[in-house]
Protein backbone atom coordinates (compact mmCIF):
# COMPACT_ATOMS: atom_id res chain seq x y z
CA UNK A 1 0.00 0.00 0.00
CA UNK A 2 0.77 3.66 -0.85
CA UNK A 3 1.92 6.04 1.61
CA UNK A 4 -1.18 7.87 3.35
CA UNK A 5 -0.01 10.67 1.73
CA UNK A 6 -0.89 9.39 -1.40
CA UNK A 7 -4.35 8.28 -1.07
CA UNK A 8 -7.51 10.03 -1.03
CA UNK A 9 -9.07 10.57 1.84
CA UNK A 10 -12.43 8.05 0.88
CA UNK A 11 -9.41 5.43 0.22
CA UNK A 12 -7.77 5.93 3.61
CA UNK A 13 -11.41 5.70 5.50
CA UNK A 14 -11.99 2.57 3.76
CA UNK A 15 -8.99 0.84 5.36
CA UNK A 16 -9.00 2.68 9.08
CA UNK A 17 -10.03 0.33 12.16
CA UNK A 18 -10.68 2.62 14.53
CA UNK A 19 -14.58 3.95 14.43
CA UNK A 20 -13.53 7.49 14.85
CA UNK A 21 -10.61 8.25 12.40
CA UNK A 22 -12.49 6.15 9.54
CA UNK A 23 -15.29 8.90 10.38
CA UNK A 24 -13.47 12.02 10.33
CA UNK A 25 -11.85 10.58 6.92
CA UNK A 26 -15.64 10.06 5.70
CA UNK A 27 -16.63 13.42 6.54
CA UNK A 28 -13.71 15.01 5.19
CA UNK A 29 -14.37 13.43 1.73
CA UNK A 30 -18.26 14.06 1.83
CA UNK A 31 -17.69 17.70 2.75
CA UNK A 32 -14.81 18.35 0.34
CA UNK A 33 -13.44 19.50 3.84
CA UNK A 34 -10.21 19.33 5.68
CA UNK A 35 -10.92 22.42 8.00
CA UNK A 36 -11.04 22.10 11.52
CA UNK A 37 -11.96 25.26 13.43
CA UNK A 38 -10.56 26.06 16.99
CA UNK A 39 -13.23 28.02 18.88
CA UNK A 40 -11.68 29.35 22.05
CA UNK A 41 -14.66 31.65 23.45
CA UNK A 42 -15.70 31.91 27.15
CA UNK A 43 -19.71 32.68 26.73
CA UNK A 44 -21.54 29.43 25.68
CA UNK A 45 -23.95 31.91 23.01
CA UNK A 46 -20.74 32.91 21.21
CA UNK A 47 -19.39 29.67 21.03
CA UNK A 48 -22.61 27.78 19.81
CA UNK A 49 -23.06 31.01 17.42
CA UNK A 50 -19.68 30.34 16.06
CA UNK A 51 -20.15 26.96 15.29
CA UNK A 52 -23.37 27.06 13.87
CA UNK A 53 -21.81 29.52 11.20
CA UNK A 54 -18.83 27.79 10.29
CA UNK A 55 -20.50 24.14 10.90
CA UNK A 56 -21.50 23.83 6.71
CA UNK A 57 -17.77 24.50 5.75
CA UNK A 58 -15.74 22.37 8.70
CA UNK A 59 -15.15 18.37 9.47
CA UNK A 60 -14.32 19.14 12.89
CA UNK A 61 -14.42 21.47 15.74
CA UNK A 62 -11.88 21.68 18.00
CA UNK A 63 -12.98 22.78 21.85
CA UNK A 64 -11.26 24.21 24.93
CA UNK A 65 -14.67 23.87 27.33
CA UNK A 66 -12.64 24.36 30.32
CA UNK A 67 -12.65 27.96 29.00
CA UNK A 68 -16.47 28.37 28.85
CA UNK A 69 -17.48 30.40 32.19
CA UNK A 70 -20.98 29.75 31.98
CA UNK A 71 -20.79 26.64 30.90
CA UNK A 72 -23.55 23.66 31.64
CA UNK A 73 -23.79 20.27 30.48
CA UNK A 74 -26.69 21.19 28.34
CA UNK A 75 -24.33 23.37 25.95
CA UNK A 76 -22.76 19.85 25.06
CA UNK A 77 -26.33 18.74 23.68
CA UNK A 78 -26.33 21.42 21.88
CA UNK A 79 -23.10 20.85 20.64
CA UNK A 80 -24.30 17.35 19.63
CA UNK A 81 -26.99 18.54 18.04
CA UNK A 82 -25.12 21.19 15.54
CA UNK A 83 -22.65 18.22 14.79
CA UNK A 84 -25.59 16.52 13.57
CA UNK A 85 -27.21 19.59 12.11
CA UNK A 86 -23.44 20.27 10.25
CA UNK A 87 -22.25 16.90 9.61
CA UNK A 88 -19.18 17.45 11.59
CA UNK A 89 -16.88 15.58 14.44
CA UNK A 90 -15.85 16.89 18.11
CA UNK A 91 -12.09 16.94 19.17
CA UNK A 92 -11.83 18.42 22.55
CA UNK A 93 -8.42 19.70 22.64
CA UNK A 94 -7.44 18.80 26.19
CA UNK A 95 -3.89 18.10 25.99
CA UNK A 96 -3.87 15.15 28.81
CA UNK A 97 -0.60 15.35 30.15
CA UNK A 98 -0.97 12.92 33.87
CA UNK A 99 -0.24 9.77 34.29
CA UNK A 100 -2.75 7.10 33.99
CA UNK A 101 -5.12 6.46 36.58
CA UNK A 102 -5.92 9.87 36.47
CA UNK A 103 -6.21 10.99 33.33
CA UNK A 104 -8.64 8.24 32.95
CA UNK A 105 -10.37 10.17 35.34
CA UNK A 106 -10.34 13.18 34.29
CA UNK A 107 -12.02 11.91 30.80
CA UNK A 108 -14.28 10.01 31.88
CA UNK A 109 -15.50 12.01 34.99
CA UNK A 110 -15.75 15.52 36.84
CA UNK A 111 -18.44 18.23 35.41
CA UNK A 112 -17.21 17.75 31.18
CA UNK A 113 -17.42 14.09 31.00
CA UNK A 114 -15.45 14.20 28.07
CA UNK A 115 -15.67 10.77 27.04
CA UNK A 116 -18.91 10.62 26.53
CA UNK A 117 -19.75 13.25 23.80
CA UNK A 118 -16.01 14.10 21.89
CA UNK A 119 -15.14 11.86 19.34
CA UNK A 120 -11.28 12.35 19.38
CA UNK A 121 -8.98 14.36 22.11
CA UNK A 122 -5.59 14.95 22.62
CA UNK A 123 -2.84 13.85 25.07
CA UNK A 124 1.20 14.37 25.53
CA UNK A 125 3.24 11.75 25.26
CA UNK A 126 5.01 13.16 28.06
CA UNK A 127 4.06 10.60 31.04
CA UNK A 128 5.17 7.19 29.28
CA UNK A 129 2.78 4.69 27.79
CA UNK A 130 1.00 4.64 30.90
CA UNK A 131 -1.11 7.57 29.45
CA UNK A 132 -2.04 5.60 26.59
CA UNK A 133 -3.33 3.00 28.57
CA UNK A 134 -5.13 5.39 31.20
CA UNK A 135 -7.10 6.74 28.58
CA UNK A 136 -7.70 4.00 25.96
CA UNK A 137 -9.53 2.09 28.97
CA UNK A 138 -12.20 5.05 28.81
CA UNK A 139 -12.02 5.79 25.25
CA UNK A 140 -11.90 2.11 23.48
CA UNK A 141 -14.87 0.60 24.69
CA UNK A 142 -16.50 4.38 23.49
CA UNK A 143 -14.81 4.07 19.79
CA UNK A 144 -13.18 7.09 20.20
CA UNK A 145 -9.40 7.99 18.70
CA UNK A 146 -6.94 9.71 20.74
CA UNK A 147 -4.27 12.18 19.21
CA UNK A 148 -0.97 12.25 20.96
CA UNK A 149 1.13 15.85 20.50
CA UNK A 150 4.58 14.58 18.19
CA UNK A 151 5.12 18.23 17.55
CA UNK A 152 3.71 21.95 18.60
CA UNK A 153 3.66 25.20 16.62
CA UNK A 154 4.23 27.14 19.34
CA UNK A 155 7.59 29.35 19.55
CA UNK A 156 10.58 27.04 21.71
CA UNK A 157 8.74 23.78 22.18
CA UNK A 158 10.62 21.08 23.38
CA UNK A 159 8.47 18.54 21.10
CA UNK A 160 11.14 17.62 18.57
CA UNK A 161 13.45 15.65 18.31
CA UNK A 162 14.26 12.42 19.89
CA UNK A 163 10.78 13.58 21.96
CA UNK A 164 9.08 13.22 18.80
CA UNK A 165 10.46 10.10 17.52
CA UNK A 166 9.47 8.53 21.09
CA UNK A 167 6.05 10.01 20.70
CA UNK A 168 5.74 8.18 17.01
CA UNK A 169 6.88 5.08 18.48
CA UNK A 170 4.52 4.90 21.66
CA UNK A 171 1.38 5.73 19.17
CA UNK A 172 2.88 2.89 16.83
CA UNK A 173 2.51 0.29 20.09
CA UNK A 174 -1.07 1.06 20.51
CA UNK A 175 -2.32 1.79 16.86
CA UNK A 176 -5.85 0.54 17.64
CA UNK A 177 -6.23 3.81 19.28
CA UNK A 178 -3.94 6.64 19.03
CA UNK A 179 -5.03 7.39 15.54
CA UNK A 180 -2.65 10.62 14.68
CA UNK A 181 -0.98 13.71 15.77
CA UNK A 182 -0.65 16.95 16.15
CA UNK A 183 2.68 17.53 14.09
CA UNK A 184 3.61 19.88 11.74
CA UNK A 185 4.68 17.66 9.11
CA UNK A 186 3.88 13.82 8.05
CA UNK A 187 5.62 11.15 10.86
CA UNK A 188 5.90 8.73 8.00
CA UNK A 189 8.86 6.75 9.06
CA UNK A 190 9.93 9.22 11.96
CA UNK A 191 11.64 6.88 14.97
CA UNK A 192 11.32 3.56 12.61
CA UNK A 193 14.55 2.58 12.33
CA UNK A 194 14.79 -1.07 11.85
CA UNK A 195 11.18 -2.04 11.70
CA UNK A 196 9.74 -3.72 8.96
CA UNK A 197 8.66 -1.98 5.55
CA UNK A 198 5.86 -3.42 5.05
CA UNK A 199 3.96 -2.67 8.41
CA UNK A 200 4.99 0.48 8.07
CA UNK A 201 3.40 1.19 4.88
CA UNK A 202 -0.14 -0.47 6.33
CA UNK A 203 0.03 2.57 8.96
CA UNK A 204 -2.04 5.64 8.07
CA UNK A 205 -1.27 8.24 11.60
CA UNK A 206 -4.00 11.21 10.68
CA UNK A 207 -1.60 14.60 11.01
CA UNK A 208 -4.03 17.41 12.58
CA UNK A 209 -1.59 20.84 12.30
CA UNK A 210 -2.45 24.11 14.27
CA UNK A 211 -0.92 27.05 14.03
CA UNK A 212 -2.72 27.94 10.37
CA UNK A 213 -3.06 31.46 8.95
CA UNK A 214 -3.48 33.27 6.18
CA UNK A 215 -3.41 36.49 7.37
CA UNK A 216 -1.10 36.86 10.74
CA UNK A 217 2.77 35.58 11.16
CA UNK A 218 2.15 35.26 14.93
CA UNK A 219 0.92 36.32 18.39
CA UNK A 220 2.36 37.67 21.16
CA UNK A 221 2.76 34.84 23.08
CA UNK A 222 4.56 32.94 20.73
CA UNK A 223 2.42 30.87 18.73
CA UNK A 224 3.08 31.05 14.62
CA UNK A 225 1.43 30.50 11.70
CA UNK A 226 1.77 28.67 8.41
CA UNK A 227 -0.46 28.78 5.18
CA UNK A 228 -2.97 26.11 4.43
CA UNK A 229 -0.81 25.24 1.40
CA UNK A 230 2.35 24.84 3.28
CA UNK A 231 1.32 22.64 5.33
CA UNK A 232 -1.12 20.68 3.52
CA UNK A 233 0.77 20.71 -0.29
CA UNK A 234 4.13 21.04 1.39
CA UNK A 235 4.10 19.32 4.49
CA UNK A 236 2.00 16.75 3.81
CA UNK A 237 -0.42 17.11 6.57
CA UNK A 238 -4.02 16.23 6.65
CA UNK A 239 -6.87 18.50 8.64
CA UNK A 240 -5.61 22.61 8.93
CA UNK A 241 -6.29 24.13 12.45
CA UNK A 242 -7.69 27.72 12.06
CA UNK A 243 -8.69 29.30 15.36
CA UNK A 244 -9.02 33.43 15.90
CA UNK A 245 -8.16 33.81 12.11
CA UNK A 246 -12.11 32.51 11.36
CA UNK A 247 -13.56 33.76 14.04
CA UNK A 248 -11.64 36.81 15.06
CA UNK A 249 -12.79 39.12 13.11
CA UNK A 250 -16.11 40.94 12.33
CA UNK A 251 -19.85 39.41 12.00
CA UNK A 252 -21.55 35.87 10.90
CA UNK A 253 -20.99 36.56 7.20
CA UNK A 254 -17.04 37.62 7.78
CA UNK A 255 -16.70 34.78 10.35
CA UNK A 256 -18.48 32.64 7.03
CA UNK A 257 -16.45 34.04 4.50
CA UNK A 258 -13.48 33.20 6.30
CA UNK A 259 -14.32 29.54 6.88
CA UNK A 260 -14.95 29.22 3.14
CA UNK A 261 -11.75 30.70 2.65
CA UNK A 262 -9.67 28.70 4.61
CA UNK A 263 -12.19 25.27 4.00
CA UNK A 264 -11.72 26.31 -0.12
CA UNK A 265 -7.66 26.59 0.80
CA UNK A 266 -7.07 23.59 2.61
CA UNK A 267 -9.14 21.29 -0.01
CA UNK A 268 -7.32 23.09 -2.87
CA UNK A 269 -3.85 22.27 -1.38
CA UNK A 270 -5.12 18.66 -0.83
CA UNK A 271 -6.02 18.09 -4.61
CA UNK A 272 -2.65 19.34 -5.80
CA UNK A 273 -0.89 17.34 -3.65
CA UNK A 274 -2.95 14.34 -4.51
CA UNK A 275 -2.33 15.11 -8.29
CA UNK A 276 1.22 16.03 -8.18
CA UNK A 277 1.88 12.36 -6.80
CA UNK A 278 -0.31 10.84 -9.05
CA UNK A 279 1.52 12.38 -12.23
CA UNK B 1 25.20 31.73 49.82
CA UNK B 2 25.12 27.47 50.50
CA UNK B 3 22.68 25.25 48.01
CA UNK B 4 19.33 25.32 49.40
CA UNK B 5 19.67 21.84 50.23
CA UNK B 6 21.92 22.89 52.79
CA UNK B 7 19.35 25.34 54.56
CA UNK B 8 16.34 25.43 56.80
CA UNK B 9 12.98 25.74 55.39
CA UNK B 10 12.60 28.76 57.24
CA UNK B 11 16.11 30.22 56.25
CA UNK B 12 14.66 29.45 52.85
CA UNK B 13 11.33 31.74 53.33
CA UNK B 14 13.20 34.63 54.45
CA UNK B 15 15.53 34.45 51.39
CA UNK B 16 12.59 33.74 48.44
CA UNK B 17 10.79 36.89 46.68
CA UNK B 18 7.46 34.69 45.52
CA UNK B 19 4.56 35.39 47.99
CA UNK B 20 3.51 31.20 46.93
CA UNK B 21 6.82 30.15 47.97
CA UNK B 22 7.61 32.42 50.98
CA UNK B 23 3.96 31.21 52.49
CA UNK B 24 4.75 27.58 51.63
CA UNK B 25 8.26 27.76 53.33
CA UNK B 26 6.64 29.01 56.10
CA UNK B 27 4.24 26.71 56.31
CA UNK B 28 6.94 23.98 55.94
CA UNK B 29 8.72 25.49 58.91
CA UNK B 30 5.62 26.23 60.95
CA UNK B 31 3.59 23.11 60.86
CA UNK B 32 7.12 20.91 60.76
CA UNK B 33 5.59 18.86 57.25
CA UNK B 34 6.97 18.90 54.34
CA UNK B 35 3.58 16.80 53.04
CA UNK B 36 1.30 17.14 50.28
CA UNK B 37 -1.45 15.03 49.88
CA UNK B 38 -3.09 14.82 46.74
CA UNK B 39 -6.55 14.09 47.13
CA UNK B 40 -8.02 12.35 43.56
CA UNK B 41 -11.86 11.80 44.59
CA UNK B 42 -14.72 12.17 42.28
CA UNK B 43 -17.06 13.41 45.17
CA UNK B 44 -17.39 16.90 47.03
CA UNK B 45 -18.16 15.22 50.06
CA UNK B 46 -15.16 12.92 50.09
CA UNK B 47 -12.57 15.15 48.64
CA UNK B 48 -13.48 17.74 52.06
CA UNK B 49 -13.36 15.31 54.44
CA UNK B 50 -10.62 13.63 53.50
CA UNK B 51 -8.84 17.23 53.50
CA UNK B 52 -10.03 18.31 56.82
CA UNK B 53 -8.76 14.76 58.26
CA UNK B 54 -5.52 15.11 56.49
CA UNK B 55 -5.60 19.16 57.03
CA UNK B 56 -3.15 19.41 60.45
CA UNK B 57 -0.19 16.80 59.16
CA UNK B 58 0.27 18.68 55.92
CA UNK B 59 1.30 21.65 54.21
CA UNK B 60 -0.52 21.56 51.14
CA UNK B 61 -3.06 20.02 49.36
CA UNK B 62 -3.21 18.54 45.47
CA UNK B 63 -6.15 18.60 43.88
CA UNK B 64 -7.47 18.00 40.77
CA UNK B 65 -10.69 20.11 40.88
CA UNK B 66 -11.45 18.30 36.93
CA UNK B 67 -12.13 15.19 38.54
CA UNK B 68 -15.20 15.78 40.56
CA UNK B 69 -18.49 15.11 39.39
CA UNK B 70 -20.86 17.14 41.51
CA UNK B 71 -18.74 19.98 41.68
CA UNK B 72 -20.16 23.16 42.48
CA UNK B 73 -17.93 26.64 43.08
CA UNK B 74 -19.09 26.08 46.65
CA UNK B 75 -16.56 23.54 47.03
CA UNK B 76 -13.50 26.12 46.36
CA UNK B 77 -15.15 28.14 49.01
CA UNK B 78 -15.07 24.92 51.61
CA UNK B 79 -11.46 24.50 50.37
CA UNK B 80 -10.24 27.32 51.50
CA UNK B 81 -12.11 27.39 54.66
CA UNK B 82 -10.55 24.21 55.32
CA UNK B 83 -6.75 25.90 54.13
CA UNK B 84 -7.20 28.75 56.54
CA UNK B 85 -8.64 26.25 59.50
CA UNK B 86 -5.86 23.97 59.09
CA UNK B 87 -2.66 26.29 57.49
CA UNK B 88 -2.13 24.48 54.38
CA UNK B 89 -1.97 25.85 50.67
CA UNK B 90 -3.85 24.97 48.07
CA UNK B 91 -1.67 23.63 44.24
CA UNK B 92 -4.19 22.28 41.70
CA UNK B 93 -2.03 20.16 39.89
CA UNK B 94 -3.71 21.21 36.45
CA UNK B 95 -0.69 20.58 34.16
CA UNK B 96 -1.13 23.28 31.91
CA UNK B 97 0.42 22.06 28.72
CA UNK B 98 -1.25 24.52 25.60
CA UNK B 99 0.21 27.62 24.34
CA UNK B 100 0.51 31.01 26.24
CA UNK B 101 -3.17 32.31 24.81
CA UNK B 102 -5.14 29.21 25.70
CA UNK B 103 -3.59 28.47 29.25
CA UNK B 104 -4.40 32.52 30.35
CA UNK B 105 -7.82 32.05 29.46
CA UNK B 106 -7.89 28.31 31.14
CA UNK B 107 -5.80 29.17 34.23
CA UNK B 108 -7.90 32.32 34.55
CA UNK B 109 -11.64 31.90 33.49
CA UNK B 110 -14.54 28.86 32.33
CA UNK B 111 -15.94 26.88 35.66
CA UNK B 112 -12.98 26.53 37.91
CA UNK B 113 -11.09 29.89 37.52
CA UNK B 114 -7.87 28.57 39.38
CA UNK B 115 -6.00 31.28 39.67
CA UNK B 116 -8.65 32.79 42.11
CA UNK B 117 -7.96 30.16 44.84
CA UNK B 118 -5.12 28.03 43.82
CA UNK B 119 -1.54 29.71 45.37
CA UNK B 120 0.74 26.80 43.41
CA UNK B 121 -0.53 25.51 39.98
CA UNK B 122 1.63 23.53 37.69
CA UNK B 123 2.94 23.66 33.68
CA UNK B 124 5.10 21.56 31.19
CA UNK B 125 7.34 22.93 29.84
CA UNK B 126 7.08 21.57 26.09
CA UNK B 127 4.96 24.45 24.46
CA UNK B 128 8.17 26.99 25.41
CA UNK B 129 8.38 30.47 27.21
CA UNK B 130 4.77 31.11 25.73
CA UNK B 131 3.25 29.20 28.33
CA UNK B 132 5.09 30.79 31.39
CA UNK B 133 4.22 34.13 30.06
CA UNK B 134 0.65 33.06 29.54
CA UNK B 135 0.27 31.62 33.21
CA UNK B 136 2.44 34.52 34.27
CA UNK B 137 0.35 37.60 33.12
CA UNK B 138 -2.81 35.85 35.00
CA UNK B 139 -0.66 34.49 38.66
CA UNK B 140 1.70 37.29 39.17
CA UNK B 141 -0.68 39.98 39.92
CA UNK B 142 -2.09 37.69 41.90
CA UNK B 143 0.97 36.66 43.63
CA UNK B 144 0.89 32.88 42.41
CA UNK B 145 3.75 30.66 42.13
CA UNK B 146 4.11 27.96 38.71
CA UNK B 147 5.95 24.77 39.18
CA UNK B 148 7.36 23.17 36.13
CA UNK B 149 7.37 19.73 35.56
CA UNK B 150 10.87 18.59 34.93
CA UNK B 151 10.61 14.57 35.58
CA UNK B 152 7.53 12.92 36.12
CA UNK B 153 6.85 9.32 38.60
CA UNK B 154 5.11 7.66 35.68
CA UNK B 155 7.55 4.49 34.12
CA UNK B 156 8.89 5.60 30.31
CA UNK B 157 8.22 9.39 31.02
CA UNK B 158 9.71 11.61 28.33
CA UNK B 159 10.40 13.94 31.02
CA UNK B 160 14.12 13.22 31.26
CA UNK B 161 17.91 14.15 29.77
CA UNK B 162 17.90 17.31 27.33
CA UNK B 163 14.04 17.77 27.86
CA UNK B 164 14.87 18.35 31.87
CA UNK B 165 17.67 20.64 31.44
CA UNK B 166 15.59 22.85 28.86
CA UNK B 167 13.07 22.59 31.36
CA UNK B 168 14.89 24.02 34.05
CA UNK B 169 16.81 26.44 31.54
CA UNK B 170 13.08 27.69 30.86
CA UNK B 171 12.31 28.53 34.89
CA UNK B 172 16.03 30.33 35.19
CA UNK B 173 14.50 33.23 32.76
CA UNK B 174 11.32 33.33 34.97
CA UNK B 175 12.29 32.93 38.27
CA UNK B 176 9.86 35.91 39.25
CA UNK B 177 7.14 33.24 38.54
CA UNK B 178 8.60 29.61 38.60
CA UNK B 179 9.08 28.58 41.86
CA UNK B 180 10.22 25.38 41.32
CA UNK B 181 9.82 21.77 39.48
CA UNK B 182 7.89 18.31 40.09
CA UNK B 183 11.23 16.44 39.93
CA UNK B 184 12.47 13.33 41.42
CA UNK B 185 15.99 15.15 42.41
CA UNK B 186 17.46 18.72 43.18
CA UNK B 187 17.92 20.71 39.84
CA UNK B 188 21.18 22.10 41.32
CA UNK B 189 23.35 22.84 38.25
CA UNK B 190 21.33 21.05 35.47
CA UNK B 191 21.22 22.74 32.42
CA UNK B 192 23.24 25.19 33.85
CA UNK B 193 26.56 24.85 31.88
CA UNK B 194 28.62 28.29 31.19
CA UNK B 195 26.49 30.32 33.86
CA UNK B 196 27.96 32.34 36.59
CA UNK B 197 28.20 30.23 39.72
CA UNK B 198 27.44 33.01 42.24
CA UNK B 199 24.08 33.50 40.26
CA UNK B 200 23.56 29.87 40.02
CA UNK B 201 23.85 29.60 44.37
CA UNK B 202 21.49 32.17 45.33
CA UNK B 203 18.69 30.38 42.79
CA UNK B 204 16.15 28.77 45.17
CA UNK B 205 13.62 26.18 43.53
CA UNK B 206 11.47 24.33 45.49
CA UNK B 207 11.57 20.60 44.68
CA UNK B 208 7.65 18.87 44.78
CA UNK B 209 8.11 14.95 44.36
CA UNK B 210 5.41 12.96 43.14
CA UNK B 211 5.58 9.00 43.56
CA UNK B 212 6.38 8.54 47.26
CA UNK B 213 4.43 5.16 49.12
CA UNK B 214 5.69 3.62 52.19
CA UNK B 215 3.67 0.24 51.18
CA UNK B 216 3.56 -0.17 47.54
CA UNK B 217 6.09 0.19 44.48
CA UNK B 218 3.84 0.51 41.95
CA UNK B 219 0.35 0.42 39.91
CA UNK B 220 -1.03 -0.94 36.60
CA UNK B 221 -0.60 2.12 34.98
CA UNK B 222 3.03 3.20 35.35
CA UNK B 223 3.14 4.74 38.24
CA UNK B 224 5.91 3.78 40.33
CA UNK B 225 6.66 4.96 44.12
CA UNK B 226 10.11 5.72 46.39
CA UNK B 227 9.74 5.97 50.43
CA UNK B 228 9.84 9.48 52.06
CA UNK B 229 13.62 9.05 53.05
CA UNK B 230 14.86 8.21 49.46
CA UNK B 231 13.22 11.36 48.16
CA UNK B 232 14.09 13.82 51.02
CA UNK B 233 16.77 12.51 52.39
CA UNK B 234 18.99 10.86 49.22
CA UNK B 235 17.57 13.09 46.61
CA UNK B 236 16.94 16.67 47.95
CA UNK B 237 13.79 16.96 47.09
CA UNK B 238 11.49 19.56 49.52
CA UNK B 239 7.82 18.24 49.04
CA UNK B 240 6.45 14.88 49.44
CA UNK B 241 3.53 14.36 47.72
CA UNK B 242 1.47 11.38 48.90
CA UNK B 243 -2.01 10.18 47.60
CA UNK B 244 -3.69 6.65 47.38
CA UNK B 245 -0.93 5.69 50.10
CA UNK B 246 -2.93 8.52 52.87
CA UNK B 247 -6.39 8.22 52.13
CA UNK B 248 -6.90 4.72 50.16
CA UNK B 249 -6.98 2.83 52.96
CA UNK B 250 -10.05 2.59 55.49
CA UNK B 251 -12.13 5.40 58.27
CA UNK B 252 -10.84 8.32 59.16
CA UNK B 253 -8.93 7.27 61.93
CA UNK B 254 -6.28 5.55 58.90
CA UNK B 255 -6.62 8.15 57.27
CA UNK B 256 -5.21 10.44 59.95
CA UNK B 257 -2.90 7.83 61.50
CA UNK B 258 -1.13 7.52 57.63
CA UNK B 259 -0.67 11.04 57.21
CA UNK B 260 0.92 11.73 60.40
CA UNK B 261 2.91 8.58 59.53
CA UNK B 262 4.23 10.11 56.22
CA UNK B 263 4.55 13.73 57.94
CA UNK B 264 7.13 12.42 60.55
CA UNK B 265 8.99 10.19 57.99
CA UNK B 266 9.22 13.58 55.33
CA UNK B 267 10.18 15.36 57.92
CA UNK B 268 12.80 12.98 60.05
CA UNK B 269 14.18 12.42 56.25
CA UNK B 270 14.81 16.33 56.44
CA UNK B 271 16.22 16.95 59.56
CA UNK B 272 18.49 14.34 58.96
CA UNK B 273 19.36 15.76 55.78
CA UNK B 274 19.91 19.46 57.97
CA UNK B 275 22.59 17.17 60.21
CA UNK B 276 24.54 15.15 57.79
CA UNK B 277 25.15 18.57 55.91
CA UNK B 278 25.65 20.52 58.90
CA UNK B 279 28.52 17.93 60.24
Redesign the interface.
Known amino acids: MPSARLLTYAQRAENHHNPAAKALLETIGRKKSNLCVSV?V?KQADFLRIIDVVGPYICLVKT??????D?EFSMIDRLKELSAKHDFLIFE?R?F??????V???YS????KISSWSHITNA????????I??LSSIGTPLGRGLIL?AE????????SG??TS??VQ?ARAHRDFVIGFIAMRRMDGVGAEGLDSTDLANEDFLILTPGVGLDAKG?S???QYRTPREVVLESGCDVIIVGRGIYGKGNDADIQAQAERYRKEGWAAYEERISVQAS
Open positions: DTHVDVIEFDKADIGNTALQSGVYHPIPGPGITGLMSSKGTLAAYQAMDMGQ
